[in-house]
């Protein structure tokens, strides 16, 4: 049957039909959306853009399908498709059956029956997704009252209620008259699931419903999802990029690369068994939270093919390391792999691959880099960075005319910290803890600021003259996050590399030199200096943002969320670029993140803030394996695993609510409002909490801290900031999926 | 989502050709090639520099001058002797047109262009600086707009200010007064552009890599306005243009016996039907000049905008590819 669709109908016209009817009656009665051959096209003056070609899937009611690729293989319109959302210009073909009915080619009008009712959707965005005008309340309501003409006003008010509640918003009944702005990001998606599942609907489609929110977040929305999953019994297709996000909760997953379904298969099979290199360089590609070995990670070259020629190979052969003649004869169709029934793969050496392939040898992952500084001890080593009890409060001002002073931020409260040669350091937390204005403290580098910061060597408070610091900016560079924005579109990369050198007052013939050097150096072309930023994909704009921050040989190098914005195979060759920099050159990162894999992967010392404050501070691996603080845990136990396994047995502290406001931060421990640990705590012990502020502590090489060595180090490199780090943790904020063999420590 | 990944292959295949060549093409060579690909401003840019050239060389094709009066051709029609015929007092139409184009021309260029760059730099200036610089520097420009422009020409250029008539003459002291009053719409505009660039982040990588402020400026901002201040700069010659012939017509502008076109239009406008050739050729002139500018207009708006989506065959590609995988993620 596959080999049928792959041909597409494009060749086969006649047969299209019939085959569409064979393919419904093979179609699993039981199944609650068939998805039969699915093509959507789209017309453009230079062509026609296949975006989604030939996607088949049936989904089981009350199971969950993941689809998972890189942007561009056609996730999200495959989703749009058959929601039935895509614009009238895209052209959709194929059958799409729910419950047993047609939805394909219905109009608008007949769609907006299932719409909402029997389909729902959660969308990416949850900030843009609500209307600003109305109250959430109302949009529940909307949600209800269209599908439910009959329902009476207060059956519709106390179904929302109901709703809010399910979603976990705490005083539900108040927060119906609330607006949108009201809320915050995670607060707006729950509301946005609410009025998804408001008419019970049979299939919920999710498109990266948590890529926009912190990660101690997403883990309380995908709370609320499988919540909602729960009490509905909807199946839902989970879209994402992400393959910790639905290791956990799908049952089945569908790889796509260009507009195909690549390998779909059960979820042990597809993470423990995949069989497509391309599934292969995913899994390869993420940093893991949980395993501190140091290995690089697997890039995938190149990138996706144009949709608007039809591939006539392997579309993922001019990427794949295992590509060979074969592979371009032709597209491989999905075929079924040795081993479980379900698990099919569109690779011709599927045979061959497998769980036992390690895909380091299959993707030539480079060797892990060792830099001249890892032989010595860190205690020996200089230091590039120094932050001494760096603050900075912003007034909280009211009122239009007289401006009252009515409290203060404190986005920076008290920084300490230093940075060797040749060492990582990272700084994580949730949006909102100081991670970035603690960076740009850094770089403003001004006398009057409070607190000492030194740049090798160099102090903020003798900075007066231009001079010291034109020489504090050739130690210290920047990479930013969006890799687009860092750079001047009216630049060609030359001028852009070309500016740091002519400010250091380099003469044109070196600086040409050097840009040349620069390129080979962050693996671009050299002849590509004449090209504009917007003809590099993301990855090599990331790779110019790099090579400027490099061009006058810092010594240190500050990375503002430097892969956030990448997609997952092209952030693995930012990232082992990053490392092998860093060996080579010597240098010294100043890395912020709030993706605590890539921190892990990268760091060697990472600091954990929280509201302006350090609450964890130490060695990565000693930070991430022993967490003390709270806080830490939490954040740690937040990141999804790409591990199916792990996922659905671990047991996760979920936090309540959202950062503080600024003004409600208690007058002790910052992270009291929100602690597990403070919760479970005696009233007594709670009073001490509240009223002290829990200093910076060396980690005691105590037999209570379950430290893997054995022996005894006079001082761990780990400080943290908590009176009872081995307190039990709440109850209720503690979640374990299915029922798993150990339980609370 | 934006989509990151997304790679031009007409770029690509652009570079293909380029490999192996160690060339470091200059960005003007780009700008001008693809000014050159828009035909329609490669015409207007070509009617425009010929009317310039006339306004300088044409003057040597006839024996007549602007001054000279021919007492037995008056208010003439055109003829061998007189290319455009006379006018009512015997002067030579065509001498007139001529030195009455250069006198257009000249006054559209200098106030075009200074105005606008007088703006961008004010204007990115007020933007780099914020705080109590932009706020004195908002109050003059605020202050500047309130002023009645046309009183001012009128006064400056007839009642009042002798000693500057006497000293300058009348076209010179219009540039002058046009200048004053045609920067500031344009210096708001871009003030408001360069405060929102100034939260790009490569302006902040300048910023940090230790760039100087005037060269943020210079390098950074005003490039980026770049198809703006272009945009900015035709319509400014061509406003300027209009307003001396607006001015002009009136009385208030250019006096005799400086001539521009406005001087020619006003004066005939009585006698349209009388003496048709008096209005028609000054107006066609005029209509020529302001015609070519808005012609090129477009082609250098899109020469020096990189996102542009109509400059030339490659770029094109890449807009579109754009939309549709906007539509598509």
Known sequence: MSSEIAA?????????????????????????????????????????????????????????????????????????????LLPSTAEVTGSVRLKGKELLGLSDKAMCEYRGNELAMVFQDPLSSLTPVYTVGNQIIEALTIHNPTMSKQAKEARAVELLAMVGIPSPKERLRAFPHEFSGGMRQRVMIAIAIANNPRVLIADEPTTALDVTIQAQVLEVLHTAQEETGAAVVMITHDLGVVAGMADDIMVMYAGRPVETGAVDDIYYNPRMPYTMGLLGAVPRVDVAEKSSLVPIEGMPPNLIHTPTGCSFAPRCPLAADACLEGEPALAPVPGPAAHRAACIKSGSLGGDVDVHDVFAAPPVPVSRFDAIPREERSTVLQLKDVRKHFPLTKGALLKRRIGTVKAVDGLSFDIREGECFSIV?????????????????????????????????????????????????????????????????????????????????????????????????????????????????????????????????????????????????????????????????????????????????????????????????????????????????????????????????????????????????????????????????????????????????????????????????????????????DEDMLVVHESADHHAP | ?????????????????????????????????????????????????????????????????????????????????????????????????????????????????????????????????????DKVMLFILEALIMMPALLVVAVATSGGGEGLRRDLPSWLLLIIVLLVFSWMGTARLIRSLSMSLMQRDFVKAAQYMGVPARRIVWRHLVPNIGSLLVLDITRGVTGAILAEVAFSFIGIGIKVPDVSLGVLIGGATSQVQTFPWMFWVPLTVMFLLTGSLAMMNDGLRDAFDPSSSSSGSAKKRTALKARVKGNAS
Request: glycine content about 8%; overall charge neutral.
């Open chain 1, 429 to 729: 937390g949730e949006s909102g803890s100081g991670k970035t204005t603690t960076l740009l403290e850094i770089m403003e580098f001004h006398k009057d600021q409070d607190g000492e910061v030194v740049i090798g060597g160099i102090s903020n408070k003798q900075a007066a003259d231009g001079k010291t610091r034109s020489a504090m900016r050739r130690e210290l560079q920047m990479v930013f996050q969006d890799p687009t924005g860092a750079l001047d579109p009216r630049f060609t990369v030359y001028e852009v590399l070309a500016e740091p050198l002519q400010n250091a007052g380099m003469n044109k013939v070196d600086t040409k030199k050097r840009i040349m050097e620069l390129m080979k150096l962050v693996g671009l072309q050299p002849d590509h200096v004449n090209r504009f930023p917007n003809q590099f994909s993301g990855g090599q704009r990331q790779r110019i943002g790099i090579a400027r921050a490099l061009a006058v040989n810092p010594k240190l190098v500050v990375l503002d969320e430097p892969v956030s914005a990448l997609d997952v195979s092209v952030q693995a060759g930012v990232i082992n670029l990053l490392d092998k920099l860093r060996a080579e050159l010597g240098l010294s990162y100043l890395l912020v993140a709030h993706d605590l894999s890539v921190v892990r992967h990268i760091s060697n010392r990472v600091a954990v803030m929280y509201l302006g404050k350090i609450v964890e501070i130490g060695e990565v691996d000693r930070v991430f394996d022993n967490p003390r603080h709270p806080y830490t845990r939490a954040l740690l136990s937040a990141i999804p695993v790409p591990d199916p396994q792990l996922e659905r047995t671990r047991e996760r502290i979920i936090l309540r609510g959202d950062l503080p406001s600024p003004l409600g931060t208690p007058k002790g421990c910052n992270f009291a409002t929100r602690c597990p640990v403070f919760a479970a705590l005696p009233a007594a012990k709670q009073e001490k909490c509240l009223t002290l502020e829990p200093p910076l502590e060396q980690v005691a090489p105590s037999p209570a801290a379950r430290t893997l060595a054995a022996d005894p180090l006079p001082a761990l490199d780990q400080r943290f900031a908590c009176f009872f780090p081995d307190g039990e943790l």
């Open chain 2, 1 to 133: 989502m934006t989509n990151l990944n997304a790679v031009d292959p007409a770029a690509v295949a652009q570079d293909a050709h380029l490999e192996g060549a160690d060339v470091v093409i200059g960005k003007n060579t780009i700008i001008f090639r693809r000014f050159m690909r828009n035909k329609t401003a490669v015409a207007g840019l070509a009617i425009f520099l010929a009317l310039t050239v006339f306004s300088f060389v044409g003057g040597y094709f006839t024996q007549w001058d602007k001054q000279t009066i021919d007492p037995f051709n008056i208010g003439m029609p055109p003829s061998a002797e007189h290319y455009l015929g006379t006018s009512q007092a015997g002067i030579d139409l065509y001498a007139m047109t001529v030195e009455g184009t250069r006198i257009s021309i000249l006054i559209g260029l200098i106030v075009g262009l200074v105005s606008v760059l007088v703006a961008a730099v004010y204007g990115c200036t007020m933007a780099y600086f914020g705080g109590k610089v």
């Open chain 1, 8 to 84: 597409g109908p494009v060749d086969q016209p006649q047969s299209a039909v019939e085959r569409l009817h064979i393919a419904g009656l093979h179609a699993p009665a039981d199944a609650i959306l068939s998805v039969r051959d699915m093509n959507v096209r789209f017309n453009t003056e230079n062509g026609v853009v296949h975006a989604v070609r030939g996607v088949d899937f049936d989904l089981m009611p009350g199971k969950t399908l993941g689809i998972v690729g890189e942007s561009g293989s056609g996730k999200s319109v495959t989703s749009l498709a058959i929601m039935g």
